[in-house]
């Protein structure tokens, strides 16, 4: 009987469990580790598959790790293809569909190297054993032959003493994020035989050629180079055109002398679209880019001279592909805080908006003439794989269910603020679950980088972490940001830290008159030029009780040789000696460090060439000297983006710790 009854008890106890909803809880720090993303989908041949990589955090390791996965374009089937701890990228299929190619640093290699493998099950086989590191590459059509680009070797250590060679160094930009020093190897193109392997270097000189991309016909290749006198010193390329095979010559078919990139043959061979700079010059940092189209002999449309297909839309346009009819080239647009799905038609020109609202498209392939597949995200939701079928986004992966299943994820809204000057500003405002409305709330303003992008109605999980944290927070797309059309984004033309304060002080403004924000609890953070622009902000302004300013600097004349922007300074500002004034008048963050009160985090990367760590140093010392509450904090062998999942963790901790300590 107590058998029996324990048993009842039990059942009942289920069927109430089952039908009362587990209760969600606020985004934490550690669920950084559960997050995977979702990228570099690729289309099969037949027009079934979907390959993308999966990345997902090795707790173990402290790393993350990628994998390839296929799904069917109809959703009903999803195959993992490689698991592995050494990790897989670029997968791509191969001509005939049966194959698929991926890179990996396989059984202890010194360099990631292409492997492939029977896409319908098997072990992958290693194709090449290169020496260079590997930058892209591309199937040629005939399924025989693969477009390599490849870099010239870097000084080696010494195979006798371990001890690396000394960098030597004389061209006009030495350093870069990631690459380190950078001496005098360039990147090359180079085919490579599948049935043979032999490795055949089509192209040598001081010149990167990069971005290959084959003819239909798999007669010719088409590239991206800066063959100008000296590439350090301008943002210069153009799209080259060459036989396929050693010893041809190569023609340049792009003359403009600004960017021109992301070269895509027409599927006749006739045409081909790529990326175009609106403005030209020796530096191209504020300015968008324009969808071009031209004929890939040279000749048609008109006089050799590039249609240029989205000039009347002021707006940058990304990733332009060729419809699988040919009639018409899709590209992603950057429009307020949105970045949607677009179509030209080749015919007339004539542009169409696929698909769009509060969300982020982020990948473009071609499916058929009217269906793409494409990466898609918005504020509740991390990026998943679509098919976009005349417009309508049919959702193929569900990576993120199992995440998102326990959260409680905060409000995302947009607002319009006003800066003193007029200027209207786009925000986007995330507010906790549940907040009632009119409740002001303690509001960070976390500000990014760039400064040429945009926050859009995209999934942002460090600001989810700080909503659930109780605090309302604020994303501003200042002046210099994109999506609003070029003379907003020029507007902080060799003048920083001016207009874009406006801008951030006037969404202040908004959201305490408003009733969004409590006037006596404001805070304030970024990372990169969004940790430029707080330590801008709190020297201008002492409204702000705590800052957690990221990878930035307040010095500015002291980064001249020690990052990797020699070139947007000496364009933009004069070189030092030559506008010291002007150099003084932009480092008012340390030069009038006096006027800060605000407490300040300072956090940096040890290994940052894009903004190095003595511009977090000065200026944490700065307000050490002066008696402001600060902190340096400096994560070991990270470069300008932190990669290393605990660090990722460790930084969003200390965002909270910080703001809790000064704004609760």
Not at 153 to 174: E, L
Not at 349 to 358: L, N, S, W
Not at 528 to 543: F, K, P, Q, V
Request: with cysteine; aromatic share 10%.
């Amino acid at each position: 009987m107590k058998h029996i009854l324990l048993c009842l008890l039990t059942v009942c106890s289920g069927v109430v469990l089952a039908q009362t909803p587990a209760k969600k809880r606020p985004v934490a720090p550690h669920d950084m580790y559960r997050l995977q993303t979702v990228g570099d989908p690729q289309v099969s041949p037949d027009g079934k598959w979907a390959a993308y990589v999966l990345s997902s955090v090795d707790t173990t390791k402290d790393k993350r790790n990628a994998d390839v996965w296929m799904v069917s374009l109809d959703g009903k089937e999803t195959v993992q293809l490689t698991n592995t701890p050494d990790g897989e990228s670029k997968p791509r299929f191969s001509p005939d569909g049966k194959y698929l190619s991926f890179v990996s640093a396989r059984q202890g290699a010194t360099k990631p190297q292409l492997w492939l493998m029977d896409r319908r099950g098997g072990e992958a086989k290693k194709l090449t054993d290169l020496k260079n590191d590997l930058d892209d590459y591309e199937w040629a059509p005939d399924g025989k032959r693969i477009a390599l680009a490849l870099r010239d070797p870097d000084y080696s250590d010494s195979a006798k003493t371990k001890v690396r060679k000394p960098f030597v160094m004389d061209r006009y930009q030495f350093k870069a994020d990631i690459k380190g020093y950078l001496d005098s190897g360039a990147v090359h193109l180079y085919l490579f035989d599948v049935s043979t392997k032999k490795l055949e270097q089509l192209t040598t000189g001081r010149y990167d050629e990069e971005l290959p991309a084959w003819s239909p016909d798999g007669s010719k290749l088409a590239f991206v180079s800066n063959r100008s006198d000296d590439p350090d010193r301008n943002q210069n390329t153009d799209i080259y055109v060459m036989d396929a095979r050693k010893g041809a010559i190569m023609r340049q078919l792009t003359k403009w002398s600004g960017i021109d990139t992301d070269p895509a043959w027409s599927p006749d061979g006739k045409q081909i679209a790529y990326r175009r700079s609106t403005a030209a010059g020796n530096f191209l940092m504020y300015d968008q880019s324009m969808l071009a189209v031209i004929g890939s002999d040279g000749g048609e449309p008109p006089a050799g001279l590039p249609r240029l297909l989205s000039a009347p839309m002021d707006r940058p346009v990304r990733n332009p592909r060729w419809a699988k009819d040919g009639k018409s080239i899709g590209v992603l647009v950057d429009d307020d805080r949105q970045i949607y799905v677009g179509q030209y038609a080749l015919a007339d020109g004539k542009f169409t908006k696929v698909a769009g609202g509060e969300r982020a498209f982020g990948s473009l392939e071609p499916v058929s003439a009217t269906t793409w597949l494409t990466l898609s995200s918005d504020p509740q939701h991390p990026g998943e794989l679509f098919a976009l079928e005349n417009g309508t986004p049919r959702q193929l992966t569900h990576v993120h269910d199992e995440f998102l299943a326990p959260l409680q994820l905060a409000t995302v809204t947009g607002f319009t603020s006003i800066s003193k000057d007029g200027t209207r500003i786009s925000n986007v405002l995330f507010r906790p679950a549940n907040t009632p409305a009119g409740k002001k709330l303690p509001t960070i303003f976390f500000i990014h980088g760039g400064p040429v992008a945009q926050d859009a109605y995209s999934f942002d999980l460090t600001r989810q972490l700080l909503a659930a944290g109780g605090y309302a927070v604020v994303a501003v797309n200042y002046r210099g940001s994109n999506g609003r059309g070029l003379e907003f984004t020029k507007a902080i033309y060799a003048d920083w830290g001016n207009k874009e304060v406006e801008d951030i002080l006037g969404a202040a403004d908004y959201a305490v008159a408003n009733n969004i924000a409590d006037p006596d609890r404001l805070g304030i953070g970024g990372w990169s030029y969004g940790g430029i622009l707080t330590n801008y902000t709190i020297a201008t302004d002492t409204r702000f009780k705590a800052a957690a300013s990221g990878a930035g600097s307040g010095l500015q004349l002291t980064m001249y040789g020690i990052d990797q922007y020699a070139n947007q300074y000496e364009n933009e500002l004069g070189a030092p000696w030559v506008n010291p004034d002007k150099w003084l008048k932009i480092s008012y963050p340390f030069l009038h460090a006096d006027r800060i009160k605000t407490p300040t985090m300072f956090m940096a990367s040890e290994k940052d060439f894009n903004v190095p760590v003595a511009g977090s140093e000065q200026m944490y010392q700065a307000l050490r000297s002066l008696g402001i509450p600060t902190q340096l904090i400096i994560y070991p062998g990270q470069f300008h983006g932190i990669t290393t999942p605990s660090y990722q963790k460790d930084r969003a901790e200390r965002y909270g710790k910080w703001f809790d300590k000064y704004l609760k």
